[in-house]
């Protein structure tokens, strides 16, 4: 079956961290690059991180030395460290693939996960 689930999501307050993982099955996961996007009330989802095949990391500015985005190719998943958590963090994140890129932007495969909901408070 193929699938990517998400968890770690959670109350927080800001300042606070968290770690999200996506574990993926059905996919060859090595071969797949990956990606986590987010999704405010009210808002269009947003990509905020993207890791290639070879392990090499993109994030958006607005979470940028805050979020960091890894995988492990042995676990079949990939991870989403945030630090420094605040408010505007929240909403429910995504983990997205296999994607695709172009031009160096990361476009979103066909198999999303169902969502893991962060929540930050004041």
């Known amino acids: 079956q193929v699938q990517l689930v998400e968890s770690g999501g959670g109350l927080v307050q800001a300042g606070g961290s968290l770690r999200l993982s996506c574990a993926a099955s059905?996919?060859?996961?090595?071969?797949?690059?990956m990606g986590w996007f987010r999704q405010a009330p009210g808002k269009q989802r947003e990509l905020v991180a993207s890791?290639?095949?070879?392990?090499?990391?993109n994030v958006a500015d607005s979470v940028k030395a805050r979020f960091t985005i890894s995988r492990d190719n042995a676990k079949n998943t990939v991870y989403l460290q945030m630090n420094s958590l605040k408010v505007e963090d929240t909403a429910v994140y995504f983990c997205n693939g296999p994607g695709v890129y172009y031009g160096g932007t990361y476009k979103s495969g066909g198999i999303w996960g169902q969502g893991t909901q962060v929540t930050v408070s004041s």
């Open positions: 890791i290639s095949t070879r392990g090499s990391a």
């Open positions: 059905g996919i060859t996961f090595s071969a797949s690059a």
